[in-house]
């Protein structure tokens, strides 16, 4: 059974900067892509990183290229978003997801990902 669960979600001021993790179970990253979402207030849900099984490189969209970082630990069955330099609109509750066939994790395409944890809150601001 594919379970995800997200934390390190919280309340940062511009500049600052938090790391989200993703604990996953029930599948490998070796056949599934896992990515990061989100969803602000008001607006639909967004793709922000992904880490394809196709050929093991990470995807971001680009408003958060330079500044948020995708890594893994495979013994922990973890991944992380590395989020620097955070923005106001950055704020969103975010998620992780995953998916087998890979394609959706190349164009950060949430309708595409199959499962999803809950969410975690990030806030940026003064």
């Known amino acids: 059974q594919v379970q995800l669960v997200e934390s390190g979600g919280g309340k940062v001021q511009p500049g600052g900067s938090l790391r989200l993790s993703c604990v996953f179970s029930g599948f490998t990253l070796d056949y599934y892509s896992l990515g990061w979402f989100r969803q602000a207030p008001g607006r639909e849900r967004e793709g922000v990183a992904c880490?394809?099984?196709?050929?093991?490189?990470?995807y971001y969209r680009d408003s958060v290229k330079g500044r948020f970082t995708l890594f893994r630990d495979d013994a922990k069955n973890t991944v992380y978003l590395q989020m620097d330099n955070l923005k106001p609109e950055d704020t969103a509750v975010y998620y992780c997801a995953t998916e087998y066939d890979g394609s959706a994790c190349l164009f950060l395409r949430p309708d595409g990902m199959h499962h999803w944890g809950k969410g975690t809150l990030v806030t940026v601001s003064s």
């Open positions: 880490i394809s099984n196709r050929d093991g490189n990470g």
